[in-house]
């Protein structure tokens, strides 16, 4: 990438913003080296890698590399055979226990969700019998234990003896010349213990003088009679210092034969905090992953300069489709220098795999190179050293791609509608060129020229550009020529301020003539200017002032329109609701009927049973047994007359029979459908007058009118004991159409909980087997508060966060139970 314009664009400035949230020094080095990929497929992987960094730290707060170190240093000393020191040591085994920790953490993320992240885990290295050995040995103040050996634990054994020993016959001493002393005290100097002797005392205590005070009051004297344990105290401690540096050689050693290893393992750890940290800036900026494509097609909505603080008014811009070339205008101080900076950024951030202030679907074109000559300076005061600077850019720039064109490093890209459509013209160029004021500071009549035949030479070497002027000349070759559109940043003059919205497709003003009308300068004055302008300019400025009020008639229009298309579509699905609720309760009110209907019949049932037990006994007249038939009769005839209720228009296959089966007459066994009730029953016999049939259906026989029945086919073997009663439900095709996907961004979390117990409710009753929740990422409270509800819904059988190219973690796929 070309080094002054990456300076130009500020992308040192993000690094070091996201250099910020890396944990450790290997981690910061890797960020701030972080260049952006001219290649598609290496920007999307690190795009995924940032993905999955961020989902990551919505299920795993605490993710990260917690104590590791850049111990490379330290490594390579060991390697050459140097000795570590105990604190270098502790280091080592932080690292190795980070690379333990985040080892696991990665191997348990599933592999469907973090392919990347997983496949980095499994291939980090784990030595924890490295941190074993060096827990054994040092001590968390970086202390070498006893333990550490056995010869270390007998020296210090005996070391402290000896010291006990000395210390007990000092203190006699302190005890028997105690006149003669300074203090009654023992302390240290040169390394040997040593007793205050007051000067003028000095031949009362027989012994070797080691230092004495400022004053020349005391002398610091070492008993003869002690020094014999003084000298074994000090060969103690020689002996011990030989076995520490022993014991850390040998560690020491066994680090440099795993020095490769442990090398490894800093530098993937230092990949993992990289991952993170770009995934954390991400949050902090409320960034999302873009598309990308390669046929210089950009697509940027509501998308933010990530530099910007305070209140920022996003930007939307698009090229790529119809044109690769956007012409800037508007006034000073309008926003043209920072929508053009955040193209150039924005684009640069998502080839290094960052995510971009941006809505979830914006697109982002990679480039093979992306040059930038955007002066910050807007004073009337151009010098010609300015001009110059500027102009030796763009030559620079110029010449840079025709270089690399010539060379073959630039890769030319087309669509394929390009490709079949214009054979014979020459396919875009996969570089960006962005131009701040193009041809200020110098003549304006001469800068016109130049910036003008500049983008005549970008627009054939079909290079995509965007351009800022305030030239009216380049309005019109905007206007005039193909493949290019005209844009501008609008500007209240009733406040005489910048609204910063970018307009693509309509020229800006320059609202010099209105500014001055507001500001009160004389009608005369701003009138003799109309008049020098000449009717063309005036022309000009008119045409541009309408355009503007007609485009935002539209938009008023437009907008009008889309609140009316809303308002009529919550009551269609308000209707709808109201329908299924009646079609609901109709379906109740027959159900219950039919359930009436059935308990009498069922009484009907008994009695006729006791009747039959009665006549068998001879204990009823025949008369009483013609009332009960009539009785029975008139209860047939009312279950009959209740209307059929409403079934799920769902046919059911129909079983084509022989003509043969057409024709013959009813027999017993056959399976026939019982239409007043509509179900299925066996036939078990029929009158001698064939008026009527006795069917059983379920547990209950009955005799039901001969013309009330219709054969389907020879009865089959039972599939269960207790056939199951059919329930009456509401008709599929009755219910209100349910959406794939329910869209609850920038929904309050009560409001959206309840709207997704609704939907989840409409999506199972119309048989659906998954739908999607759009939550974006914001804040992430409301995609936490939904997938809790979705963790312990009934309804739900799982979910997951849809593919990177579908939305990632701002779309969550739920399965439906079936």
Known sequence: ????????????????????????????????????????????????????????????????????????????????????????????????????????????????????????????????????????????????????????????????????RLQERLRTLVNEFGHALQEPIITIRNDRYVIPVKAENRGQVRGIVHDQSSSGATVFVEPLVVVELNNRIRELQIEERQEIERILRVLSHEIGLEHEALQTEVELLAEFDLHLAKARYSRMTRSNAPRLNDVGRIDLRNARHPLLTGKVVPTNFHLG??????????????????????????????????????????????????????????????????????????????????????????EIRGTLSETLTKPHEPRRT??????????????????????????????????????????????????????????????????????????IGLPGRSNALAIANRLGLDAGIIERAREFLGSAGVRMENLLEGLQSERKAVEDERFRLSMERAEAEYQRKQLEEERYKQEEQRVRILNEARAQARRELDEVQNALAKIKIDVQRASISRERLSDARQLTRRLEEKVTSVPEPARPRQQTPEVELPQDELTRPLQLGDTVHVLSFGQNAELLGISADRNEA??????????????????????????????????????????????????????????????????????????????????????????AAVREQLTHHPLVKSFAFAPANEGGDGVTIVKLSA
């Open 694 to 783: 006795e069917v059983q259906m379920g547990s209950m026989r009955f005799r039901v009118n001969i013309d009330n029945i219709e054969r389907i086919g020879k009865r089959k073997a039972k599939t269960t004991d207790n056939p199951t009663p059919s329930i009456v439900t509401p008709r599929y095709e009755d219910r209100p159409a349910v959406a794939l996907q329910l869209d609850m961004r920038g929904w309050r979390v009560e409001h959206a909980l309840e709207e997704l117990e609704t939907y989840l409710n409409e999506a199972a009753l119309a048989g659906m087997g998954s739908v999607r929740i759009v939550h974006g990422k914001g804040t992430g409270a409301l995609r």
């Open 1 to 164: 990438m070309h080094e002054k314009s990456l300076l130009t664009l500020e992308y040192p400035k993000i690094l070091a913003k996201v250099a910020g949230e890396a944990a450790f020094s290997a981690s910061k080095e890797l960020v701030l080296a972080l260049e952006p990929t001219p290649q598609i497929d290496e920007a999307r992987r690190r795009l995924a890698y940032t993905t999955e960094a961020n989902t990551m730290l919505d299920l795993h707060t605490d993710a990260g590399v917690r104590g590791a170190h850049d111990i490379r240093p330290l490594l390579a000393r060991a390697a050459r055979d140097g000795v570590l020191t105990p604190s270098d040591l502790l280091e080592v085994m932080e690292t190795v226990h980070s690379a333990l920790f985040v080892a696991r953490q990665l191997e348990k993320l599933a592999t469907e969700v973090f392919p990347l992240l997983h496949e980095l885990g499994t291939a980090m290295p784990q030595r924890p019998r490295i941190a074993q050995r060096i827990e054994e040995t040092i001590s968390e103040e970086g202390a070498v234990l006893d333990s550490a050996s056995p010869a270390l634990r007998k020296l210090r054994f005996d070391l402290r003896g000896a010291n006990q």
């Open 430 to 503: 996969n570089v960006m060129v962005l131009l701040d004021e193009l041809g200020a500071g110098t003549d304006p009549s001469e800068g016109s020229a130049l910036a003008r035949a500049i983008l005549a030479y970008l627009l054939e070497q079909h290079v995509t550009t965007v351009a800022t002027t305030h030239y009216s000349e380049l309005k019109a070759f905007a206007h005039e020529q193909a493949n290019v559109v005209n844009a501008s940043v609008e500007f209240n003059v009733e406040t005489l301020s910048p609204t910063y919205k970018l307009s």
């Open 321 to 410: 489709r119809d044109f690769f070339m956007v012409v800037i205008t508007g006034p000073n101080t309008g926003g043209k220098t920072v929508a053009l900076k955040t193209v150039g950024l924005l684009t640069l951030m998502a080839q290094a795999g960052m995510h971009i202030p941006a809505d979830y679907d914006s697109e982002v074109a990679v480039c093979a190179d992306i040059f930038a000559d955007i002066g910050d300076e807007q004073s009337i005061e151009q010098s010609l050293s300015t001009f110059s600077s500027h102009l030796s850019r763009i030559i620079e720039i110029l010449r840079r791609i025709e270089e690399e064109k010539q060379d073959g490093a630039l």
